[in-house]
């Protein structure tokens, strides 16, 4: 993982809105990686045009992995 690839208000140092920092320390980390895995992945799968065989690659994961994290997250990528 790359500072590119992290949210904005990750890379900028800026802070969340309080509110999503609300909760205990499970419900906010969930907030975070999901927050975390949606952006990653609508980025690579735009990069790669959809292509999640050569998303997975990029992200060094398995392509299996890759489905079950979209299906998770309800991460849709609309190809052109």
Known sequence: IQVE???????????????????????????????????????LLAKHRGNISRASEEARIDRKTVHRLLTRYQIRFEKE
């Open 5 to 43: 690839d992290l949210p904005e208000n990750f890379r900028s140092g800026s802070e969340v809105g309080d509110s999503a920092y609300n909760g205990s320390f499970k419900e906010v980390r969930t907030k975070v990686l999901e927050s975390f895995y949606k952006n990653y992945f609508q980025r």
